[in-house]
């Protein structure tokens, strides 16, 4: 007669596997790739008219619209050019010589100067520190003071200018 087996005997060293497809062990890298995978997924399940307004509403230019920048009365006729900021965009604003408020890009098409550190021309016309490059009240260069007679000023030798309105003793 045999010697009954012990129970570590009897014991299997692993659960058993049910019979069909071995499960599968996922990486936390894999796992958020799945995720992100399944958020694709859903995005595509939206409509066309869906994805349109998403892409209008997240896609619309904030510089279409007008906002509030200064108090009318901050600038006077013979006042220096000022600088500020909208949306991110550094911009200067100045009264030319008939007491009209300009705003223009504050960057110099020559070097990149701050046009805000310049000065107003008696003909009202804003003059780069930098290069002595003068612009007109819409943005375009009228002066450069190296350039040669027989030469003319290139075309895209200009600020980009900003509509301006005043209203209700504020700057627009």
């Not at 008219?49 to 108090?71: T, V």
């Not at 408020?101 to 021309?121: F, I, M, N, Q, Y």
């Amino acid at each position: 007669m045999s010697q009954p087996s012990t129970s570590a005997d009897t014991l299997p060293t692993s659960p058993p596997h049910p019979p069909g497809p071995q499960p599968e062990w996922f990486s936390h890298l894999d796992l958020i790739r799945a995720a992100r995978a399944a958020e694709v997924a859903e995005v595509a399940h939206d409509s066309q008219s869906q994805q349109k307004a998403r892409a209008r509403f997240f896609d619309a230019d904030m510089r279409k619209a007008w906002y509030p920048f200064a108090m009318s009365s901050e600038f006077c006729v013979g006042d220096g050019p000022v600088a500020g900021y909208l949306l991110d965009d550094p911009i200067v604003l100045y009264r030319d010589a008939e007491g009209v408020l300009v705003c223009l890009e504050d960057k110099c098409a020559h070097r990149s100067a701050p046009l805000s550190l310049g000065r107003v021309t008696p003909e009202g016309e804003l003059e780069c520190r930098y290069d002595g490059w003068r612009y007109t009240s819409e943005g375009a260069v009228c002066y450069i003071p190296a350039l040669l007679p027989d030469r003319k000023i290139p075309a895209n030798a200009y600020a980009r200018r900003y509509p301006t309105v005043e209203k209700d003793g504020l700057i627009w």
